[in-house]
């Protein structure tokens, strides 16, 4: 069974930064594109960052020109930089992997990230 793993969490300043992580614990294949997502309690998940296997990438508008997503598909690891960070920034992360083969869809467990003084 594999599992998306991503170390937990983490409390930084505003105007700070911070690289998130994800890597999986077996092997995945047929990836077409990697994603961070974030979500505050009682608000739906939302997409942050995407990574698809043509290197193509795509953020959301709230957090372009702050955030970086790399990735490296044969290896199954996934990071994200964020910089500038603001209170609003505050979430949980999942990372996510999508594949053409079943399951599909892999979820990291998600990383509480809290920006606050």
């Known amino acids: 069974h594999v599992q998306l793993v991503d170390p937990g969490g983490c409390l930084v300043q505003p105007g700070g930064s911070l690289g998130l992580s994800c890597a999986a614990s077996?092997?995945?294949?047929?990836?077409?594109?990697m994603d961070w997502h974030r979500q505050v309690p009682g608000k739906q998940r939302d997409l942050v960052a995407r990574?698809?296997?043509?290197?193509?990438?795509n953020y959301a508008d709230s957090v372009a020109g702050r955030f970086t997503i790399s990735g490296d598909n044969a290896k199954n690891t996934l990071y994200l930089q964020m910089n500038s960070l603001k209170p609003d920034d505050t979430a949980v992360y999942y990372c996510?992997?999508?594949?053409?083969?079943?399951?599909?869809?892999?979820w990291g467990q998600g990383t509480p990230v809290t920006v606050s003084s």
């Open positions: 990574i698809t296997s043509g290197r193509q990438t």
């Open positions: 077996g092997n995945i294949l047929s990836i077409y594109a």
């Open positions: 996510h992997f999508a594949t053409l083969t079943s399951p599909f869809h892999y």
